[in-house]
């Protein structure tokens, strides 16, 4: 037997593939949208994948689940919950999944959401491994609010909250404490709020040093989980609806994005000339290059580690956007991360950008040392983030996530500073401003310069 986990950094997913090898059989848990890196791994083990296991109908990727049944004829396994329209085995609790030398059985864990489930791994009869989803991640718990609006059941945050209380303790806190923990997310995810760096545990150090396994009182259990919650992106209860439907195949979806080349681009912007307020452009290219020039509409969110999230958190589903960036690589390459949340059918077409007319002027620091006041300085940080520290006593607080509806609340009486913890948020959002104020005011964008501030 074989476990390979295999992780996508951008989303901070972990996913799985449990290999037999006496029977050359492998059955995948929580499968990334591109289904290639399980496909070559299939491959090096001359193994074929004939099961996927949906811990839960995920808000933050769409999963290659559909894609391994129709091209692979794989089994797809969730809880009944989840009510998907696609076919489907239900794995509810009690219920076991044999292969080779190894039987999988699933724990009913509602908590993150209705429809949770854990799986544990028994290997030649004993039990090795409990795989758990966005139930139970290394330091903290699945956060118990992204169902409230979404979902085949949907359920408030302080019951699901109550369900997780439970599911900890009578689930998987009664596992062997040798059992290696496996999850879906590391640091760095929007689906819990103080995730460890490390990938892996055991149901022993997690009872020894993980918060929500060693607060006895649920109701300071249930205040202490809703509290202080990261913000929910735009794309979350969308991505929970792809995956209960499944999502089209993955190769096939990133073929059908026009790419333009300078003339079609030119006839596209010149058509939208007339109609700006419906022109965005993502321009992923870095901000250094972007505020040297740039077309109409376009809002630098920067390829980096955080693209899909900011995507998805700037865009609405199901609003049309042009994707642009600085060479043919990044621009395939941005396409297939756009896939990974689903975003990849909003796209209008993709461009390598060489610029444009409008541009943004560098900041005065000086100045702004000097004379603070001389600005309205807005903070696009998250909340908690203003809370823990404040950098200018005056500035205006409103969350990048929120930005677009709500620049209305910024004043152009003054010129407009944007500044968030370390320069990537505050170029989207300096960019974002420039859209919606026009030439009423000038906009800059502090950037890493933050730094000489804090």
């Known amino acids: 037997m074989k476990i390979q986990q295999f992780e996508d950094k951008h989303l901070s997913h972990y996913s799985y593939a449990i290999l037999s090898e006496c029977e050359n059989q492998i059955i995948l848990i929580d499968p990334s949208r591109n289904p290639e890196i399980y496909e070559a791994y299939a491959a090096e083990n001359k193994a074929d994948i004939i099961a996927v296991i949906e811990t839960h109908p995920h808000a933050d990727f769409v999963s290659s689940h559909l894609e391994f049944y129709q091209r692979h004829n794989a089994e797809i396994y969730a809880h009944s919950l989840t009510g998907a329209s696609y076919p489907y085995e239900h794995f509810d609790e009690g219920a076991t999944l044999n292969f080779g030398k190894i039987t999988l059985s699933s724990l009913h864990t509602p908590g993150h959401s209705p429809d949770s489930i854990c799986i544990v791994l028994h290997h030649d009869g004993q039990e090795k491994a409990v795989f758990t989803g ?44 040798h059992l290696t923990v496996y999850p879906a997310h590391g640091a760095g995810t929007l689906c819990g709020k103080g995730l460890s760096s490390a990938n892996s545990s055991t149901i022993g150090a997690e009872k020894a040093g993980n918060w929500s396994l060693n607060e006895p009182d649920k109701a300071a259990f249930i ?31 990133i073929k059908r994005v026009p790419i333009l080349d ?27 290059e972007f505020k040297k020039g740039f077309l109409p509409g376009s809002v630098n969110i920067q390829e980096g580690n955080k693209f899909e999230t900011w995507l998805g958190s700037i865009v609405a589903p199901g609003e049309k956007y042009y994707l642009a960036a600085p060479d043919d690589e990044q621009l395939l390459a941005l396409i297939s991360r756009t896939a990974s949340i689903g975003y990849e059918p909003f796209i209008i077409a993709a461009f390598v950008s060489k610029g444009g007319a409008h541009t943004m002027d560098a900041p005065d620091l000086a100045l702004l040392k ?35 509806e709500r620049t209305a609340e910024i004043p152009t009486n003054k ?26 005011t000038k906009v800059y964008d502090l950037g890493e310069a933050v730094a000489q501030f804090k």
Not at 240 to 245: A, C, F, G, L, T
Not at 247 to 253: K, L, N, S, V, W
Not at 415 to 428: D, E, I, K, L, N
């Open 370 to 404: 000097s004379n603070p006041e001389y600005f309205t300085i807005i903070d696009v940080r998250n909340t908690s983030e203003v809370k823990a520290q404040s950098i200018f006593a005056h500035a205006i607080h409103i969350p990048l996530a929120e930005l677009r």
């Open 134 to 177: 966005d139930t139970l991640f290394i330091g903290d718990c699945g956060r118990p609010d992204l169902r409230e609006d979404t979902g085949n059941h949907k359920a408030k945050r302080e019951e699901l909250a109550g369900q997780l209380f439970h599911s900890l303790r009578e689930k998987l806190m009664r596992l062997p404490d």
């Open 262 to 288: 300078q003339q079609d681009l030119d006839s596209r912007i010149a058509s939208h000339s007339a109609h700006e307020d419906d022109l965005i452009i993502i321009d992923a290219r870095p901000e250094a």
């Open 415 to 440: 010129p407009v500073m944007v500044h968030c913890a370390g320069g990537y948020r505050s170029a989207a959002g300096s960019s974002i401003i420039y859209i919606a104020v026009g030439d009423q």
């Open 223 to 253: 205040q202490t989980l809703i509290t202080d919650q990261p913000f929910i992106p735009k794309y979350f209860s969308y991505d929970v609806e792809v995956n209960r439907s499944g999502a089209p195949a993955f190769e096939e979806a």
